[in-house]
């Protein structure tokens, strides 16, 4: 129910009476339909501050789980090329069309996943980072990708340094260049293979923003613009 | 004064939510009347008979003001047990990397003491064997006697052995040695005090001190310091918006000297103490500990130092432009410009 607000004229109950916009100062207008008189709706500076803190919770919830979502998805995207080892180089050696050459359904089934796998994620990235240009969600994705494929040699590689400047043996295992490259060229398969889900991405993205809501909102936003370069 | 002046004239009534100043009553549906005085606009409420003057904001009763404290009032909360959480991450690496760093010195204790153990039991066993020899000798032989062997000491008739649970041995009823799981290298070694007076100082000197027995491994724990510590530095930097940066390390400075106290207090020097690692630890943590406690302050004031910027570009990629403005703060105290949609 909305807040009391009585005319300062006749005394008339206006809470029910929509506020127009002022063309001129674009104040919240309301006139009084027995007396004609014209008062401005103002807010209450509590309702204020409930505002400012909806519109935070919302900014910050929408933050963290966008956040959430592209490192999910950056972390699901680097298990898929570790993975992958697995599936495409059987013997050591990257081969990427092993799963079709031997013909095997589990292997078959596996690839298809794998790479069904990284076209989504790709399209999630980029569809959440689609208020930027088009291939920057594949730019995040691949940093972040990059980041957690080689986060394990760089924490060991630190800790070897340590050890080699400080003069003593450590045993941990640091992944070795063999390994590394491995690594990349899975990356960069599964990388070019998931390009294919920015389609779909800046489809579904042209469809949410053709939405009524948000094309009002455009609208909207657009007579403001101009209403402003008037003044 | 007429029946008609009496009555105060009503204009319309209250079809929206308004609470009583006085009672909390909603005040919908009563009628308002022009005050006869100065001609304003009122409600009285029904409950109490507080009179609401209509021109002003509708009164949100003080649950508004409550919700706000209680909003701070959690924002605290959070940041102490942030704050706590601090302390306790830093104070716990660092404890870790002093009992890494004081794992050769534990080993060499423990396995000196266990040399003065054994030789103290092969000399008692010896003594007792030389008893039992001297009663069974002939009294009138003038022949030197045997140079004593320590197994057949050991072994001889009439000693009692008893080792309890905790691998404490008695022999004959004196305390001999509490080695227990030595398979660590002895530094889990029992060490008594009597050895502790007057060979442990000997005992590192003769190894060369205690920085020739550092073991250096403690310093694999800079790695992890670094990455918590920068996560750490970060969230400070975001957290505390009211204050400069220079300000905010005044919260990992508190933070590292109570962790520093609480180090140093656990691993005080105690009497108490009985294995090889713990004694070599209380000998470690004044040194390490503040090491590991100024890296960990430099590595939180980079964190604070690079945490705002983060947030920025983090804000920035991850939020349309429309989104941001509830998070304008995070330019506008640094006096920057809020980022435009492009």
């Known amino acids: ?120 994620l790709m399209m999630v990235v980029s569809m959440l980072m689609s208020h930027r240009r088009v291939f920057f969600g594949a730019l995040v994705l691949i940093v972040l990708s990059l980041f957690f494929i080689t986060i394990d040699f760089m924490t060991t590689g630190a800790m070897h340094l340590i050890a080699t400047i400080a003069d003593f043996d450590f045993g941990v295992h640091m992944p070795s260049g063999s390994e590394m490259i491995d690594r990349f060229q899975r990356f960069g398969y599964l990388l070019s293979v998931s390009m294919i889900g920015i389609i779909p991405a800046i489809v579904l993205r042209n469809t949410i923003n053709d939405t009524p809501r948000r094309r009002f909102r455009r609208v909207l936003r657009r007579k403001r613009k101009q209403r402003g370069s008037n003044d | 004064m007429t029946e008609q002046q009496q009555i105060p004239e009503q204009f319309d009534e209250i079809r929206a939510d308004r609470a009583c100043i006085g009672c909390g009553f909603n005040l919908y549906a009563q009628p308002v009347t022009k005050e006869e005085h100065y001609g304003l606009a009122i409600c009285r409420c029904p409950e109490c008979g507080t009179v609401a003057a209509l021109q002003q904001y509708p ?54 003491h266990q040399n003065w153990e054994d030789e103290k039991l092969i000399k008692l066993k010896a003594i007792e064997a030389e008893g039992a020899s001297d009663t069974q000798a002939d009294p009138t032989s003038t022949q030197p006697a045997a140079p004593l062997d320590p197994l057949a000491a050991l072994n001889a008739p009439g000693t009692t052995i008893i080792t309890n649970s905790n691998g404490v041995t008695t022999i004959n009823g004196v305390t001999m040695t509490t080695t227990t799981g030595n398979s660590s290298g002895g530094r889990w070694t029992s060490i008594t005090n009597e050895w502790r007076d007057a060979y442990l100082d000997d005992t590192i000197a003769l190894n060369g001190g205690l920085w020739a027995n550092v073991n250096r491994e403690f310093l694999i724990f800079l790695v992890p310091m670094t990455i918590i510590g920068t996560l750490f530095g970060i969230f400070w930097s975001i957290a505390l918006l009211g204050a400069t940066r220079k300000k905010a390390l005044l919260v990992p400075l508190v933070a590292c000297s109570i962790g520093l106290v609480i180090v140093l207090a656990i691993h005080a020097p105690d009497r108490t103490y009985v294995y090889g690692q713990s004694i070599a630890v209380s000998m470690y943590a004044p040194l ?46 640094d006096g920057l410009p809020i980022p435009s949609a492009k």
């Open chain 1, 1 to 120: 129910m909305p807040r009391s607000h009585t005319c300062p004229s006749c005394l008339k109950e206006l809470a029910k009476i929509r506020a127009i916009p002022d063309p001129q100062y674009a104040l919240p207008i309301v006139v009084c339909p027995r007396c004609e008189h014209t008062s401005v709706r103002t807010r209450h500076p509590d309702i204020q501050y409930w505002r400012e803190f909806r519109r935070l919770h919302g900014s910050l919830r929408s933050l963290l789980l966008r956040l959430a979502l592209i490192v999910g998805s950056s972390l699901l995207f680097w298990m898929l090329v570790m993975v992958s080892d697995e599936l495409f180089s059987p013997g050591g050696r990257f081969d990427p069309v092993y799963p079709i050459a031997i013909g095997d359904v589990d292997y078959l089934i596996g690839g298809v996943s794998v790479l069904g796998g990284s076209v989504f």
């Open chain 2, 59 to 112: 009164t949100m009763t003080h649950w508004v003001n409550r919700f706000r404290a209680l909003i701070a009032a959690i924002w605290v909360v959070v940041l102490l047990a942030f704050f706590v959480g601090n302390t306790g991450a830093i104070s716990g690496m660092t404890g870790a990397a002093c009992d890494e760093g004081a794992r050769h010195m534990g080993n060499l204790i423990g396995q000196a």
């Open chain 2, 288 to 333: 390490i500990a503040p090491i590991m406690f100024a890296y960990q302050f430099l590595v939180i004031a980079f964190g604070i130092w690079i945490g705002r910027k983060v947030a920025r570009v983090v804000v920035t990629l991850a939020l349309p432009p429309r989104s941001r403005v509830p998070l304008s703060i995070l330019w506008t105290r």
